[in-house]
């Protein structure tokens, strides 16, 4: 029984005391690593200075959702037959696509519907890093920019360079 009174005591005192304990823990709130301070009069909760958002590439949905088809100058070619240089054959989806944000027209590569290559007429004072941000590219991507033309040729799939291919799917019969 005395143990109980003890306790009690104790309980009291702590309540009573002036100094309030505090506890610091980490914690993970979607996938942010943070520090929590608490107390029992509030929670501070440090958020990081920065943040840093990961880009995705546009999907052909994407694509096609965001930008009109250009059906004038020719239906996409739906599992297009490329013919590599070393004569190899890869099939891909190619369409074409009218003015965006960034480009007064583009064409779009894309295997699996996912972007592995485009070629865009960039618009007048458009910066690469604006054009690379619309499609959702970092600039770690590899493009080409001919400034005779102002096209851009942004290459995500090796295979799909214009000097690696020999043969389009509007060259054959």
Do not use: H
Not at 18 to 44: A, G, H, L, R
Not at 93 to 113: N, V
Not at 122 to 148: A, C, Q, R, T, W
Request: include cysteine; hydrophobic fraction near 35%.
């Amino acid at each position: 029984m005395k143990w109980i009174f003890i306790l009690i005591s104790a309980m009291v005192l702590a309540a009573c005391s002036d100094s309030k304990p505090s506890i610091s823990k980490e914690v993970t709130v979607d996938n942010k690593q943070t520090q929590v301070s608490e107390s029992s009069e509030e929670i501070d909760v440090i958020e990081p200075v920065t943040e840093v958002s990961e880009l995705t590439p546009l999907t052909l949905d994407d694509f096609n959702n965001r930008y009109e088809l250009d059906t004038e100058y020719s239906e996409p070619f739906i599992n297009g037959k490329f013919e590599l240089k070393d004569g190899s054959i890869v099939y891909a989806d190619w369409y074409f696509y009218l003015e965006g944000e960034t480009f007064d027209y583009a064409t779009g590569t894309f295997i699996d519907g996912q972007l592995v290559q485009a070629q865009l007429e960039l618009k007048d004072g458009v910066s690469n890093d604006d054009m690379l941000s619309e499609l959702g590219l970092s600039k770690e991507i590899d493009y080409e920019l001919n400034k005779k033309t102002n096209i851009i040729d942004v290459v995500i799939d090796e295979r799909f360079d214009d000097a690696n291919i020999s043969r389009l799917p509007n060259e054959w019969d």
